[in-house]
Structure formats: structure tokens, C-alpha cells
């Protein structure tokens, strides 16, 4: 699921990474724009590894500020308060607001490493554990529960059945963190930890002061990754079945950094922080840039490289920009990146026209039209033309291009996979026609089903050769997908767009319309004015993939405490189940090792481990220098 794409604002070029103690560091490449700005904005001052020698974390805080002041002046921190973040916790570093001149004058300090901007992050957005053959009574460790998952997300909604923590003990005693609660969010035994980070910005209508999920991502990836049991759960009766977790006994510890304005780079560092300080033993974040950057160009890089220092693995989300190559987001060698792949069940959701014939397509829908038929009408035929859009964009039922009263009360077929903008211009429902055909889609927030290109021209045509077009629209019924597990076309696909010897994505797990739970606040299909809730829900994405793999980790690891995060690594790719691209010729590049097997992980039989001076070595052949040393 995509949300907020990802901005860089400001004009440096920064390749960054101290690592500290260690043989080399990476050489810093910072460029000045030629505009000059006095426009203050975030920026983050990293500073590698915390002090070898004992210095007090309190300490750290004044040393910050005395930084600022002595690029900005007094009278300008009087004036503002210009320090967002320090962190001191696990790395060193600290977001302030800057000029660009500031910025720059910032980097020739001693012990910074390197300056840039903050920018947004965007999301990668039951039967899928059966289907990997993870049932409900394979064997467990009887240390599962001292596991501590840590989940960087939109925070989680405490209440849902999958999070009680009836049966549970008090919190290991290895556990360092705390429960920021506000606004009736209470911590338990299951969830043992909560925080959230918004870096000072004013709070967007609609966002929740707490670590309370009201979006529903974060609820969703936490609750597939470590969820208990609920029996008969489903989406208005869709999937029924039990949902669960890979980890049902683990602990977990929410690190809230998703709002309604987006996802912060500042505040992902600000989580990783405290995450790896708190004690946690994996990391799952389903999130990432939009394309591809440089090593090091993010915060989930650094925040994951001081995790594996710690002995903490970090799964991440290969991206959701396939079928196109070079498009993984997540590529790392310390990461572990997961794209997504299906499972065996499908959605089959029926149209039928006014002659009599039915069309089969996707898109889990649970609206209920009783058989009733309504006009029928191609988005192309219209045009919002007071905005100034013609058929050539109103086709493609984009928000604001169709004309409300040729929509209104009718059912509109689109060209594409959006049907927003009929919703938004009050359609009853809507149909899409795809080439290639879609091989996912979630719900919408109406009455929809995708099609291929020849059934929607057998469509369009029924509406240009008949007086009077009508259709009607079926609630979907649950059918199998013989050709699962394949990578469906969201997913990114590699090869590594910065060292192509190094596959990435890593591994594949299930991603595709995963039942999970989800906030009975927010709107099912993630639009505004979608009346619908649940408290468990359809999504799809590499965001859903990963807290699988999550979960696998941490089964490994409950098997396994001392095994490093490369050895986890090891043992999830080496064990994993092939795949074939004959389905997505492309997705060669999209799969890694093939598709994750939960069973066989703990017992790979050989690990190839590797420890933080390997990566060193690694990043040292990239060609980055010791001169900053």
C-alpha cells in the first residue's frame, strides 16, 4: 500500500556512514545547491557509533545543542526551538532546523559525519501461514515468549483480540523500554512496549497523539508477524477462517513513526534508537524510499546496520514499484529483504450485464447489490470538463476528472486499476479493465471488479451498441489459485541497482490480500468516506510480506538465541523453496531464494554468518575511503 511518497527537499548529495572503530568509513560527498535559501527545514546530523569511552547519554544532549548554537547563534534559538531529536541512545546524532547554509557550515564540524535532509518514507502495504505449511501445531520453543518483536509502523490498536494478552507472564526481564500511553492506549503482557515520534510538525486532523494505530497498517504487519489466535475472523465474511501470527507467544514493542502527513525520516531514526536500546530482538519495517538510493541514503540503513551491532536482525520490505527491474528499495546486505508472493486462495467477483452476460474478475468486494442493475457508463463519455480534463484522463477515473451528474447513480467502467474518482463522484460502483491483467487488488470503497482488456472491451462495447447499457456487480466468492506461490506485479524486482553481485530481494513470503487484524476505526480501503470497518481486513503489498518473514526470524531465532543476524539470514535463504518465473518472466529478478519455509528455517544444517567487520570489508571494496577517520 502506498501512502506518502517519498520528498527530498534541499539540494545536498550526501553519501554518509561513519563506522566507528572499524578499519574504514565511507567518504562523504556533500554538495551545496547554487540557490541559496534561508528556509529552515529538518535536517539530520549524523554522528556514527556512540562513544567508546563512558560518556553519559545526558551529556550528549548539551553537545547537541551547542552545535546549533554555534552555526545559528543565540538569538535564533532563543527565537525558535531548533532541536527535534537527540539521539545518544544506540548511535549518535540528533534532527534540527536548518538553513541550508547552516547545513552546510554543520558538516565541517568535528565528528559529523554527514548532513541531509529529512524526507518522507512511504509503506510497502488467516490462510497465508497454512499455505508456507506453518499450521497451528508445529513445534515450538518454549522460549518463544521471551522473544520481543519490535514493529516500526503506524502503531498498533491494543484492544483487537490479537494482541490480549490472556495467558501471558510479566515482560522478560531483559526488556528496557517503557509504554508512552495517552489517549486510553494501555500496554500488557503482550504488548509490552509503546512509543511514538512526531518531530514537533502540528498534528493532522484525524491523527492519534499515541501510540494507537488509526490508519491500520501498523495493526495489520503486527498482527501478522505475532498475533494470537482469533477464531472465525474475516472481512464481512470473506476469508473466514482463524487468524494468527507467526510468533503467537512473542512480545512486542510498537515504535509508532506513520501519520497522516507521512512518514518521517527523522523520527525513523528517533525509533531505532530506542528500539535497539530497549532491548528488542528483531526489527520489522514495512516501509522504505519510493525508488532506489545509494547505500546509506536512508534512515532504515543506519537505524538497521547499529541493530545488527547489537546482535538485531532488521526485516524490511523490498518495495512496491515491480514489475520493473532495478526497482528494490531495500538492498542493504545487512537487511533481510522480502518481497511478496501469493497465496492459493483468490477472489472471483462476477459482473453481469443487462444481456445476460457475466464477466469474471478480481477485487475482494463485500458490497451487496441484490441483483439490482444500474446504468452503465465508460468514464471516457465523462469528461469533467468545468476542470478542464478531457476523455484521455477522465478514462482512467482519476479524483476530480469525471463530471458528477453523468456518474452519479451509475455503474462506470474504467480504463486501469483506480476507481476513486467515480467513487468520489458518487458512481454506485465500478468496473476496471487492465492490461496486463492485475493480479491483486484490495478492496475498494465500493462496489468493484477488475477485468482484463478483452473483457472490458466486450463491455465497453455492449455500452456504445446498446440504448440503455445496465449492469450489476456480485459480492465476491472465494476461489483457488492453482499457480500459486508467484510473484504478483507490485512487488519489486531487482537486480541490485547499486551492487548487482549482491541479490536482493533476499527471500519471498506471502503478501497478497493477507487477512489480518485491523483498527474498527479506520476505513477498510484506506479512503476517506469508506463507512466500512472491521476489525480485520484485506491487504496486500511488501508490507505484508515482511512481517511474515518477521515472524520466521523470530521463530528461528527462539530456537536459535545466540545465532547472529546474518546466521538467521543464512538459515531463511538457504532453506527457502524454489520458485519458477514462468508465470512473470521478470520475476527471476523478484524472488531471491524462493519462497520462505517456516518449518525447515531453524534447521538449515550449514549458516553462512558474517559479522560486523565483514560488512566493513564489504563497503570497503565499494571503494569508500578512511580519510575521514
Known amino acids: 500500500m502506498d501512502l506518502v511518497p517519498w520528498s527530498r527537499k534541499g539540494s545536498f548529495l550526501v553519501v554518509w556512514f561513519l563506522l566507528l572503530s572499524l578499519t574504514c568509513t565511507l567518504l562523504v560527498d556533500v554538495t551545496h545547491s547554487a540557490a541559496h535559501s534561508d528556509t529552515r527545514k529538518v535536517y539530520i546530523v549524523y554522528m556514527g557509533d556512540k562513544p567508546k569511552l563512558d560518556i553519559p547519554t545526558t551529556t550528549t544532549l548539551p553537545l547537541h545543542v551547542n552545535m546549533i548554537q554555534n552555526v545559528v547563534g543565540n538569538s535564533n534559538i532563543e527565537q525558535e526551538p531548533l532541536l527535534l531529536y537527540s539521539y545518544k541512545r544506540s548511535f549518535n546524532g540528533f534532527a534540527a532546523k536548518l538553513t541550508e547554509e547552516e547545513a552546510q557550515k554543520m558538516t565541517g564540524m568535528a565528528g559529523v559525519v554527514s548532513v541531509f ?39 498498533v490498536w491494543p484492544e483487537s483480540a490479537s494482541f490480549s494478552d490472556a495467558g501471558f507472564g510479566p515482560p522478560p526481564k531483559k526488556w528496557k523500554g517503557t509504554c508512552q500511553g495517552s489517549s486510553n492506549f494501555t500496554c500488557n503482557n503482550k ?26 497498517h501498523g495493526t495489520h504487519t503486527t498482527s501478522t508477524a505475532a498475533g494470537n489466535l482469533v477464531s472465525k475472523a474475516s472481512l464481512f465474511g470473506l476469508g473466514s477462517g482463524t487468524a494468527r501470527g507467526g510468533v503467537p507467544s512473542a512480545r512486542i514493542a510498537v515504535y509508532k513513526v506513520g501519520w497522516l502527513d507521512g512518514i518521517s525520516d527523522d523520527d525513523i531514526l528517533a525509533a531505532f534508537d530506542d528500539a535497539i536500546a530497549d532491548g528488542v530482538d528483531i526489527l520489522s519495517v514495512s516501509l522504505g524510499p519510493a525508488s532506489p538510493d545509494d547505500y546509506f541514503r536512508t534512515p532504515v540503513t543506519i537505524g538497521a546496520f547499529h541493530a545488527l551491532r547489537k546482535g538485531i536482525l532488521t526485516s524490511t520490505s523490498a518495495g512496491n514499484e515491480g514489475p520493473h527491474l532495478k526497482t528494490v528499495t531495500s538492498f542493504a546486505p545487512w537487511c533481510l529483504s522480502v518481497a511478496a508472493t501469493t497465496i492459493d486462495r483468490k477472489f472471483v467477483t462476477k459482473v453481469q450485464l443487462g444481456n445476460q452476460k457475466i464477466y469474471e474478475g478480481i477485487v475482494p468486494n463485500t458490497f451487496d447489490l441484490k441483483d439490482k442493475f444500474y446504468p452503465l457508463i465508460f468514464a471516457g463519455d465523462a469528461p469533467n470538463r468545468k476542470a478542464g480534463y478531457d476523455e484521455s484522463t477522465s478514462k482512467k477515473c482519476y479524483p476530480g476528472t469525471l463530471d458528477h451528474n453523468l456518474v452519479k447513480g451509475k455503474i462506470v467502467l474504467c480504463d486501469g486499476t483506480t476507481g476513486y474518482g467515480a467513487y468520489f463522484a458518487g458512481a454506485v460502483g465500478v468496473i476496471l479493465q487492465s492490461r496486463p491483467v492485475a493480479d491483486v487488488l484490495d478492496p475498494l470503497p465500493m462496489p468493484a471488479s477488475c477485468l482484463g482488456l478483452d473483457s472490458g472491451n466486450s463491455i465497453y462495447y455492449y455500452i456504445n451498441s446498446t440504448r440503455n447499457p445496465t449492469a450489476t456487480i456480485f459480492k465476491s466468492t472465494e476461489g483457488i489459485d492453482t499457480l500459486s506461490p508467484y510473484v504478483p506485479s507490485f512487488s519489486s524486482r531487482g537486480p541490485n541497482p547499486v551492487t548487482p553481485n549482491i541479490l536482493k530481494p533476499d527471500i519471498a513470503a506471502p503478501g497478497a490480500s493477507i487477512l489480518a487484524a485491523f483498527p474498527p476505526i479506520a476505513p477498510v480501503s484506506f479512503v476517506p468516506g469508506d463507512n466500512r470497518v472491521a476489525s480485520y481486513n484485506f491487504v496486500s503489498g511488501t508490507s505484508m510480506a515482511c512481517p511474515h518473514a518477521t515472524g520466521v526470524a523470530a521463530y528461528v531465532k527462539s530456537f536459535h538465541p545466540n545465532w547472529s543476524p ?19 518472466p521478470e520475476a527471476e ?41
Not at 535532509?117 to 490462510?127: F, N, V
Not at 546474518?566 to 512473470?584: H, M, V
Open 117 to 155: 535532509p529529512s524526507g518522507k518514507q512511504k509503506l510497502h502495504t488467516t490462510r497465508s501461514w497454512n499455505f508456507i505449511g506453518f499450521h497451528e501445531n508445529v513445534k515450538r520453543s518454549t522460549v518463544e515468549s521471551d522473544i520481543i518483536i519490535g514493529m516500526i509502523d503506524f502503531g
Open 191 to 216: 504488548i509490552i512496549g509503546a512509543r511514538y515520534y512526531h518531530n514537533g510538525r502540528p498534528f493532522v486532523e484525524g491523527d492519534i497523539k499515541s501510540p494507537r494505530d488509526s490508519d491500520g
Open 566 to 584: 546474518a546466521a538467521i539470514q543464512s538459515a531463511l535463504i538457504t532453506t527457502a523453496k524454489s520458485l519458477s518465473p514462468n508465470l512473470n
Open 589 to 629: 529478478f523478484a524472488y531471491g531464494a524462493g519462497q520462505i519455509d517456516p518449518v525447515r528455517a531453524p534447521y538449515p544444517g550449514l549458516v553462512y554468518d558474517a559479522t560486523e567487520l565483514d560488512y566493513i570489508e564489504f563497503l570497503c571494496a565499494q571503494g569508500y575511503s578512511t580519510k575521514l577517520l
